[in-house]
């Protein structure tokens, strides 16, 4: 079975922290993605990588980067974390450009205060 | 864009009634369309997909079938179970977009079964 580890399940952080929230998958899939899902607004793109190093800005990237050195490592590092980014963030992968479906980690729940 | 727009919730039946949560999506190419769903403190997990029209998804008595000329992928159950009740996503992905292979979600449609 594939699966993808997400480093925390709950996180608490303070306004202006640097926050680092880790993803591992262990099949060797190609495409990583980090979501963010908040009541009503279902789970946005925020971003994707397609290969090591490589990264594509999603939907809502503002106030958000991403880190791939190694293929089975994808992170995502808010710079200055804010109360707006107070979310339900999930980490998924996919194989391939071909085979797209999708399997998530477990979530981190992040609260900014 | 590429977009899902899939039926306000909360839906609530009593067990062993019919579900049906409407879906529908435009996509510019040729998408491949899935179910995912979510229990209660957990990640999304693959319920069913289909990758061309008039495929049939199943799985755990759940169907959906794609349907190219209505643009649509309701998901369908014949006799719900309380354990059922979870948080249904649908989704799509388009290979022929260049902007990548990420899957596009709807809101979501939030499932309350009862005994």
């Known amino acids: 079975d594939v699966k993808v580890t997400q480093s925390s399940r709950y996180l608490v952080k303070r306004t202006g922290e640097k926050v680092f929230l880790e993803c591992v998958q262990d099949?060797?899939?190609?495409?990583m993605f980090w979501y963010r899902q908040d009541p009503g607004l279902g789970l946005r793109l925020i971003y994707f990588?397609?290969?090591?190093?490589?990264?594509e800005k999603g939907d809502i990237p503002e106030g958000y980067s991403v880190s791939r050195e190694k293929k089975e490592r994808f992170s995502l590092i808010l710079e200055s974390a804010s109360t707006n980014q107070t979310s339900m963030y999930l980490c998924?992968?996919?194989?391939?450009?071909?085979?797209?479906?999708?399997?998530f980690g477990q979530g981190t729940r992040l609260t900014v205060v | 864009g590429d977009s899902v727009t899939q039926m306000e919730g909360p839906v609530t039946l009593s067990e062993e009634a019919f579900l049906t949560i409407n879906c529908t999506y435009t996509?510019?190419?040729?998408?491949?369309l899935f179910w995912y769903v979510q229990y209660p403190g957990e990640g999304l997990q693959l319920l069913l997909k289909?990758?061309?029209?008039?495929d049939k998804g199943s799985n755990k008595g759940f169907e959906a079938t794609y349907r190219k000329e209505t643009t649509s992928f309701h998901l369908e159950k014949g006799s719900v179970q309380v354990s059922d009740s979870a948080v249904y996503f649908c989704?799509?992905?388009?290979?022929?977009?260049?902007?990548?292979?990420?899957?596009?979600f709807g809101k979501g449609t939030t499932l309350s079964v009862s005994s």
């Open positions: 996509a510019t190419g040729y998408p491949s």
């Open positions: 998924a992968s996919s194989l391939s450009r071909v085979n797209t479906e999708a399997f």
């Open positions: 099949m060797d899939h190609e495409n």
């Open positions: 990588s397609y290969d090591v190093k490589m990264k």
């Open positions: 989704a799509l992905s388009d290979q022929n977009n260049q902007a990548g292979t990420a899957l596009i």
């Open positions: 289909a990758t061309k029209a008039d």
